[in-house]
C-alpha cells in the first residue's frame, strides 16, 4: 500500500507561483512513474505533467509547458510541481498520482493506482 500526501496549495494572484509537494510512503518510490493531475469544478480529471522513476524522463500537458517543473528527490520519497505564472484556468484540486507498475502512456488517469487526497490551486485574476 502506498500514501500520498499533497501539499503546498492556496490562494495565489495571476502571475504568481506556488509549489506543490507529494510525499510518499513505500520503500520503492524510485521505481514509480509520478504524476500530477488536477480537476476542476464540474471538469473532468486532467493530466499536468509526470516524471518516470529516476527523474530523467518529464512529460506536460500542452497547457503548462513553459511554466510548470515536475521533479522529484528518491532519498525524500517526494515529487514536487513548482507552478510559475500561474493563471485563473491553472485553478483546480491538484492530485498527486502513482504509477507501480510503469507503462509508456503516462497521461492516462485510469493506469495510476494510488491516489492522493488532493490540494486546492485557486489563482484569483
Known amino acids: 500500500q502506498v500514501q500520498l500526501v499533497e501539499s503546498g496549495g492556496g490562494l495565489v494572484q495571476a502571475g504568481g507561483s506556488l509549489r506543490l509537494s507529494c510525499a510518499a510512503s513505500g520503500r520503492t518510490f524510485s521505481s514509480y512513474a509520478m504524476a500530477w493531475f488536477r480537476q476542476a469544478p464540474e471538469k473532468e480529471r486532467a493530466f499536468v505533467s509526470a516524471i518516470i522513476g529516476s527523474g530523467g524522463s518529464t512529460y506536460y500537458a500542452d497547457s503548462v509547458k513553459g511554466r510548470f517543473t515536475i521533479s522529484r528527490d528518491n532519498a525524500k520519497n517526494t515529487v514536487y510541481l513548482q507552478m510559475n505564472s500561474l493563471k485563473p484556468e491553472d485553478t483546480a484540486v491538484y492530485y498527486c498520482?502513482?504509477?507501480?507498475?510503469?507503462?509508456?502512456?503516462?497521461?492516462?488517469?485510469?493506469?495510476?493506482?494510488?491516489w492522493g487526497q488532493g490540494t486546492q490551486v485557486t489563482v484569483s485574476s
Open positions: 498520482a502513482a504509477m507501480t507498475s510503469v507503462s509508456g502512456i503516462l497521461h492516462r488517469a485510469g493506469l495510476y493506482d494510488y
